[in-house]
């Protein structure tokens, strides 16, 4: 095995759909094709949003489509010791403060990239009488961060005025997955990030967060969001349908034909082990669309 370690980070919070396959596909191929190893992390951290049983199920799901990961499934739910130990050493910079504001006093602030409100900084030099720290932010102050995508070029976000200070532990007491994703990607070495484009804004908040914490910024490849025939993100929120695992094979072509690389005909409804062989042997990043989202078929 080579040093390349990837891993595809699904939320618990419903079946597997098609956006999610895609990411699956891509980042398991990327690792493949380069010798590398493949992990699966739940990211379960947020407890209203895990939809019992989700997690088996999809598991199950990867391993129907031939998605064969290396070394034991993390929990992120699990971790909260590490996330907290990350927490007092960034405390321990000055580099997170309490913040007491509501999302109903931020609402009418500038939104950034991402369609989130950019925190004005109400609490980044103290707490107002009578105020009680609620949430943890992290201070951005005048962070440029650049960073080159292995698909989508060269990013450059000046995260004072896109996103402003940011969460790391919300109002609830439940880690962001800013800080979650960075502690984990670390703990467990991987290299490599290919996941959906609709992670493109936040990668800035991450690397942000690899400095302070002085841990190491892997490659990212952020591949095209799957979309609907409205141009919304398929998710459970917009009522995406599950995978078929009974007809793995369909999928793999349907997920390879969106990445740019489309199955020749004779391959089309076989196995998955011999569609995902022709893929990582014809794996070329330079042939996946550029592009944040894509629209997809109803048949897919």
């Given amino acids: 095995m080579s040093a390349y370690r990837g891993r595809f980070a699904p939320s618990p919070t419903g079946p ?7 990411a699956a596909v891509a ?15 739940m990211e379960d951290l947020d407890p209203p949003r895990v939809v019992p049983g989700a997690a088996d199920d999809i598991l199950r799901t990867l ?3 031939g998605l064969h990961w290396d070394e034991t499934v993390v929990y992120q739910s699990a971790r909260h010791a590490a996330y907290e130990a990350a927490l007092q050493r960034l405390e321990a910079r000055g580099a997170i403060f309490p913040c007491a504001c509501t999302r109903k006093e931020i609402a009418d602030s500038a939104l950034g990239p991402d369609g989130t409100p950019i925190y004005p900084g109400t609490c980044r030099n103290g707490l107002q ?20 995508d292995r698909l989508q070029g060269e990013v450059v976000q000046e995260l004072a005025r ?18 979650a994703v960075v502690v984990d990607d670390a703990w467990q070495g991987v290299t490599d990030v290919v996941r959906g484009a609709d992670l493109l804004d ?7 967060l690899q400095r302070l914490l002085d841990l190491p910024t892997p490659r990212y490849l952020h591949v095209p969001v799957a979309t609907n025939a409205r141009g919304e993100k398929l998710s459970k929120q917009t009522l995406a349908a599950p995978v078929d695992a009974k007809r793995p094979g ?17 391959l089309r409804g076989a196995p998955p ?16 669309p550029r592009a944040r989202h894509l629209p997809i078929s109803e048949a897919a």
Avoid: M
Wanted: aromatic content about 10%; proline content about 5%.
């Fill in 63 to 65: 391993e129907a489509f």
């Fill in 273 to 288: 082990a011999d569609i995902l062989d022709w893929a990582v042997a014809h794996w070329n990043p330079a042939a996946l």
């Fill in 16 to 22: 597997l759909h098609f956006g999610s396959l895609v």
């Fill in 250 to 266: 369909c999928g793999l072509t349907a997920a390879l034909d969106f990445l740019g690389h489309p199955v020749p005909d004779a």
């Fill in 162 to 179: 896109s996103v402003g200070d940011f969460v790391v532990r919300r109002a609830d007491g439940v880690y962001a997955y800013q800080l």
């Fill in 202 to 208: 936040s990668t800035p908040r991450q690397i942000h």
């Fill in 129 to 148: 009488p009578g105020k009680t720290g609620r949430a943890i932010r992290v201070r951005v102050d005048d962070a440029v961060i650049r960073f080159v």
């Fill in 27 to 41: 980042s398991f191929v990327d690792a493949r094709a380069q010798g590398g190893s493949w992990l699966v992390r």
